[in-house]
């Protein structure tokens, strides 16, 4: 199962890198991905990274989130710098079809953790 870790409280400006155990779903042609949803909104997404390591970003998070994985592709990063109050949301990482990538549309995303809570106080 896919599941979060590493949420939590920091201010504005700070860094957090939650993660997300993804063995099960790295397979060829996967596509694996950050999505957030603040309280009210919808679900968008964040970052993807495929089977050969090419990543996607949102303009919202472009130059300060950053999208990875270990080398056993075990593991699915994602570093948070200079983050934003409006950055606050709960963060999902997912799988789905590797043509999914960088398309930001969570429903073609099967497989979803249960998510990481990350609040940013001004």
């Known amino acids: 199962h896919l599941r979060e870790s590493g949420g939590g409280s920091v201010q504005s400006g700070g860094s957090l890198r939650p993660f997300c155990s993804t063995s099960?779903?790295?397979?060829?042609?996967?596509?694996l991905g950050w999505f957030r949803q603040a309280q009210g909104g919808q679900r968008e997404g964040v970052a993807t990274?495929?089977?050969?390591?090419?990543?996607s970003y949102t303009d919202a998070v472009k130059g300060r989130f950053a999208i990875s994985q270990d080398n056993a592709k075990t593991t699915l990063y994602l570093q948070m710098d200079s983050l934003d109050p409006d950055d606050t949301a709960m963060y999902y990482c997912?799988?789905?079809?590797?043509?999914?990538?960088?398309?930001?549309?969570?429903?073609?995303?099967?497989?979803w953790g249960p998510g990481a809570q990350v609040t940013v106080s001004s």
């Open positions: 997912a799988s789905g079809p590797g043509s999914y990538c960088g398309r930001w549309d969570p429903l073609p995303f099967a497989w």
């Open positions: 099960e779903y790295a397979r060829d042609s996967y596509c």
């Open positions: 990274i495929d089977h050969n390591g090419v990543t």
